[in-house]
């Protein structure tokens, strides 16, 4: 075939122009074998003698062209039109990475031209798909993304959505939208949007449908204003009265939360009897008069009329005749001219009187006029708490901010459902403070010196206190607006982060973080489990928070999805214990998520309360992590020497407690703290002495240690030194290496924190966050709306190695806030702005301003 082409090449048919070279009218073109058609390629060229196609390097036979000759009407050049077919079985042959490809060849007098490659490929369509959407139920105007990566396919598979079997068009509905990765996005979630929704991918092969994902749209219900108080009940007495609500603002649909908390107050009531008039005594008869007659009075006050009582009946005058003889009128005249006398005198008294009035009132008026001008000193001290407007121009920029050091908020009022009943109502042993609405709002002035005491006071009138410590040692508090702010309890690792705008507008609430002991607190464990956190509460637990505070704690657990079941618990207002969230698992309520790390957790939360970690061991190498602890007498003047050897969860609560009970009991600390691994093998810690392993592993028990007393043979000796083995068995051991001087004095500023390096335990507005609040909001504003080259919040988050949370932010108004935030808890108060800096910049969003405050704050 080789010899026969060549011969024919060699002799190109004569007619053609000998001084153009072929040109291509036609080339071939990139076609798709579609289950075992064969495909036609063809290719034009004129003036062309020759033409043949080759395919990947080689020449094809040239029995399998089919080859047409013609004329060019235009030029009146010899035209040729040559086709191939090429079947799969062709295209199976060719193996390796190099692609089928066929290439026409065109000869004419003058020389040979080349037509463009044409790729031949084998198009197909897999059947399961890389990712399917995934049922979900959402509350109404929160964002709902859908993934689905089609299955894969030559040519590659375009993606449509199906929305209860009728196609999903972004371009008629601005809520929608899909992504270049074939993600349904659904900016705010409607009623309308609960649907059946599939993703369908096509190619010309065929057609694939994933399975069907039910998104349900929900909304919680909501309480409408409560109507006005009823009548009392009774109409004479005590009795009650009644107002009510519903929960039809909005009412709940799909599966929503029913409102909580009661739809009926009740109150106590009086209503005042009405009591009747009486009769008093009749007077005593006045002296018989001109007329002979003579009259007596009574009056109706014995007792009065009051309340809606009936008058008295009868007369109030009585009269009669005082003579039956008849009576003497010469005295008549004189007794007139007295009473005309009397007249007139009373009348010149009561004009004397009405002046010296004038007079009065004419002179207070000009002295009230001079105090009014100035009336602005007895007014100075109640000003009432305000914040400017901002500019329309920049509305993030506050231009004064809110002094909120003196004003703080009580609340009074229901957080749980209770039974009526005519005595005191009284609440169960659960949360501190109740939510708002129920009960008043007071603003309180105190000196910062008497704040704490003035808090503490005001939370002992509470029936209900009884669930919190009573002293300050362990609990901060403060007063916060919708700028927001931060609570610590120094050396222990325990925050509270409320974000900007999680509290709304216009409403300030005075917020607690309390650590709790853990014998103060009963909280119930079952088979295998054991705390690995300590047990903090944060409230008031009703308070309204449109965005998630973040609870920042210690744990002392050794992570690892196989070897652990981590549960988020949080204490109900009846004070049952409720699991809330497994760590590890797709959340089942937006309301909580948990960022485990190392040495501390981040629980996201919206609704505030007592939280606590527990974890449940699934295998024998699930361990804790325990702290070592050494003490010993500061001073010894008797020749017995005790060493007390503490068993701690790794955690700095739990340390912070006992270096507070060894100061009390004159210890020291010999020795660097040292960290035990202690599994679940059900072996006790034996330092020579037994400590019983479900002690150890439940957690409940604070404060475990052993005591070695050691004797000396002489008071002079001053100089000790041991070795101190703590071991499980079959476990992992740790040795203390111990020299020390016993008369040596260690103070305990050597080893404690100081107070100034613990910082304020309470930060109101812009000092709380490293960030600036115009550079966050220039950062959200940013970031949250999808970019089309992946240059948003997503991105940010791979950045940050948040990542592995995409689903939680997303479903969240601003994830980038989210993002922020916790940059802000996991970071204070000595994150590094110019690392965030360069990621937002490799995102591709560089913000020159926000590298500018890095720089100041380096």
């Known amino acids: 075939t080789g010899a026969q082409q060549s011969a024919t090449v060699a002799n190109p048919v004569s007619g053609a122009s000998p001084d153009l ?47 047409q000759h ?97 196609l999903v068009d972004p371009a008629l509905d601005a809520n929608v939208y899909v992504t270049p990765e074939h993600s349904l996005v659904l900016r705010q979630a409607r009623l309308a949007d609960t649907a059946n929704y599939t993703c369908v991918a096509k190619n010309i092969v065929a057609r694939r449908r994933s399975a069907s994902a039910a998104i349900t749209v929900y909304v919680n219900g909501g309480w409408s204003t409560w109507t006005q108080w009823s009548g009392c009940s ?54 018989c008069g001109a007329e002979c007659t003579h009259w007596r009075s009574r009056e109706c006050s014995e007792p009065a009329p009051r309340n809606g009582g009936q008058e008295c009946r009868g007369p109030e005058l009585d009269t009669r005749n005082c003579t039956s003889e008849l009576c003497s009128h010469a005295a008549g005249g004189a007794e007139d001219v007295a009473l005309y006398v009397g007249l007139v005198a009373v009348a010149v008294c009561l004009v004397l009187l009405l002046l010296v009035g004038v007079l009065v009132y004419c002179r207070k008026k000009g002295g009230l006029d001079a105090d009014v001008a100035d009336s602005s000193i007895l007014t100075a001290g109640f000003q009432p708490v305000s914040i400017k407007p901002s500019k329309a121009d920049n509305p993030g920029l506050l231009t004064i901010q809110p002094d909120l050091s003196t004003a703080t908020m009580t609340y009074q009022g229901s957080l749980c459902p209770r039974q009526d009943g005519p005595a005191k109502l009284q609440l169960p042993n659960g949360h501190l403070l109740s939510p708002l609405g129920a009960g008043r709002h007071t603003l309180h002035h105190s ?50 982060l409320i974000p900007p705008d999680a509290i709304p507008r216009g409403k300030i609430y005075e917020v607690y973080l309390t650590l709790h002991k853990q014998e103060e607190v009963r909280l119930p464990l079952a088979g295998c489990q054991t705390l690995l956190s300590p047990i903090v509460s944060c409230g008031p637990p009703g308070v309204l928070l449109t965005r998630p ?46 960022q485990l790390e190392a040495q501390a957790c981040y629980i996201f939360t919206e609704q505030l309360g007592r939280f606590a970690l527990v974890g449940e061991s699934l295998s024998m190498a699930a361990s804790k992590r325990l702290k070592l602890v050494l003490f010993a007498p500061a001073a010894c003047p008797s020749l017995e020497y005790n060493i007390r050897v503490y068993c701690l969860s790794d955690t700095q609560d739990v340390l912070k407690e006992v270096i507070q009970l060894e100061k009390q009991l004159g210890g020291q600390l010999i020795g660097a703290p040292r960290v035990l691994h202690f599994k679940d093998s059900y072996h006790n810690l034996t330092p020579l002495q037994e400590i019983p392993f479900y002690h150890i592993w439940s957690g409940l028990q604070p404060f475990l240690h052993c005591t070695f007393t050691l004797e000396r043979l002489s008071p002079s000796t001053c100089e000790l030194a041991c070795k101190i083995w703590v071991w499980q068995v079959e476990g992992d051991g740790q040795s203390f290496t111990v020299n020390f001087n016993i008369a040596k004095d260690t ?64 479903s969240k108004p601003s994830p980038t806030a989210m993002i922020l935030n916790l940059w802000e808890a996991r970071h204070f108060p000595n994150g590094n702005l110019s690392q965030l800096a360069a990621a937002v910049a490799e995102v591709g969003k560089q913000d020159g301003a926000l590298f500018a405050v890095s720089e100041a704050e380096c």
């Open 21 to 67: 070279l072929p040109h291509f009218q036609l080339e071939p073109e990139d076609v798709y074998i579609v289950k075992n058609k064969a495909v036609s390629l063809a290719c034009r060229a004129t003036p062309a003698t020759q033409i043949y196609f080759k395919c990947n390097g080689e020449w094809v036979h040239q029995g399998d062209h089919v080859t």
């Open 70 to 166: 013609g004329t060019d009407r235009g030029t009146g050049l010899p035209v040729m039109e040559v086709r191939i077919e090429v079947t799969r079985q062709q295209v199976e042959k060719i193996f390796g990475l190099e692609e089928y490809w066929c290439q026409c060849v065109a000869w004419s007098s003058s020389g040979t031209t080349k037509s463009q490659k044409a790729f031949v490929r084998i198009a197909y369509l897999r059947k399961n798909f890389e990712q399917e959407p995934t049922a979900r139920e959402v509350s109404i105007e929160q964002g709902i993304v859908l993934p689905c990566r089609p299955p894969e396919g030559i040519p590659p598979a375009e993606v449509e959505w199906l929305r209860n079997e009728e």
């Open 234 to 287: 009774t109409s004479c007495g005590r009795g009650w009265q009644k107002r009510s609500r519903t929960c039809t603002n909005p009412t709940p649909l799909n599966g929503g939360a029913f409102c909580e908390g009661q739809n009926v107050q009740k109150t106590a009531c009086t209503t005042l009897c009405p009591v009747d008039g009486a009769w008093s005594e009749w007077s005593k008869w006045s002296v």
């Open 447 to 496: 000196s910062p010196a008497a704040e704490g005491a003035d808090f503490v006071a005001r939370l002992s009138t509470q029936s209900y206190f009884r669930s919190l410590p009573r002293g300050t040692t362990n609990m901060a508090y403060g007063t916060f607006n919708f700028l927001g702010g931060r609570l610590m309890i120094p050396n222990t690792g325990i925050s509270l």
């Open 549 to 594: 505070a973040i609870l920042a704690m210690g744990h002392c657990v050794e992570a690892s999805a196989e070897n652990w079941s981590i549960r988020l618990k949080k204490q109900s207002c009846e004070g049952t214990w409720e699991d809330v969230l497994q760590l590890g698992a797709e959340p089942c309520t937006e309301l909580y998520y948990c």
């Open 747 to 810: 103070r305990f500023s050597d080893w404690l924190v100081p107070d100034s390096e613990v910082g304020a335990p309470a930060l109101v507005g812009p000092s709380a966050f490293k960030i600036p609040f115009l550079i966050r909001q220039k950062i959200i504003s940013s970031l949250d709306p999808p970019g089309t080259r992946g240059a948003d919040w997503r991105t940010l988050a791979q950045k940050l190695n948040l990542d592995s949370h995409l689903s939680f932010f997303a």
